[in-house]
């Protein structure tokens, strides 16, 4: 049974879409799902439990302590990672929301030592003319300058995964027909997170690699012309001793501003 509300009484709707006895549930203007809705598309309860404000704010530091030891590596360990992990971090990236529900994104994963070799060899060239040949600007390169990035990109060789994120501009239906998707970016945006979350929940370690420009990635790996590369993600266990930049991020008082009356 879902919840909705007509204006100054509150009803239940009824999974066929009928009205049911009324609650003491906050009121609603315009009900969600419409009776008419709820009829003609399936919806079922959100079942969740409301938690004690004590362990919603226990669970939030501990989530944010964890989140805050996640760090882009460089040097990856050779170990193997079995594919189960990939299929989970996928499947998790997988519950994000995107525009109608469209999901327009696919994770393009190769454990291939030759087909690693052949993105590298592209990669490094593209990376070789961004960094020698002053494809990226000289404030470009300066803002780069104390993470050490060079061309050379080794790590998509020893990392035992190349997971490769590509963004879905259209739909291709089975008959040829194509169907279009909304919000493609943000949409895949929000699943990256979430995939590079649920690595480093994991225990795993990744590295958000964008060579520009990317082109050659669909290529290399085969994909359909409605798919464009959005990033590319080597995975695995980072390496015993690696190091990464002592970065430090930004405060709470930088990134989140309350507004408490119209401007």
Do not use: C
């Amino acid at each position: 049974m879902s919840s909705i509300l007509t204006p100054g009484t509150r009803y239940n709707v009824g999974m066929d879409g009928s009205e049911q006895a009324p609650s003491e549930q906050a009121h609603y203007e315009h009900p969600y799902p419409s009776p008419e809705l709820a009829a003609a598309h399936p919806f079922v309860e959100y079942a969740v439990e409301r938690l004690p404000e004590s362990e919603m704010l226990e669970r939030a530091r501990a989530f944010r302590v964890e989140a805050e030891r996640r760090r882009s590596v460089r040097l990856f360990s050779p170990d193997p990672v079995p594919r189960e992990l990939l299929e989970e971090a996928v499947l998790a990236a997988s519950s994000g929301p995107s525009g109608a529900h469209k999901q327009p994104w696919t994770f393009v994963a190769t454990r291939d030592p030759a087909v690693k070799a052949a993105i590298r060899a592209a990669a490094e060239e593209e990376e070789r003319v961004n960094y020698l040949e002053n494809r990226m600007n000289a404030e470009w390169q300066e803002a780069l300058a104390p993470l050490g990035t060079d061309h050379h990109k080794e790590f998509l060789e020893v990392a035992p995964w190349i997971v490769v994120l590509f963004e879905q501009r259209y739909e291709r239906r089975p008959d040829g027909t194509t169907r279009k998707n909304y919000y493609v970016k943000e949409s895949t945006g929000i699943a990256a997170g979430l995939f590079i979350t649920a690595l480093h929940r994991m225990g795993l370690a990744t590295l958000t690699h964008t060579p520009s420009p990317m082109a050659f990635l669909r290529t290399l790996l085969g994909r359909p012309d409605n798919e464009r590369p959005f990033v590319m993600f080597p995975v695995g266990y980072p390496l015993d001793g690696v190091r990464v930049p002592d970065l430090v991020r930004k405060s709470l008082d930088q990134v989140f501003v309350e507004v408490d009356r119209p401007s």
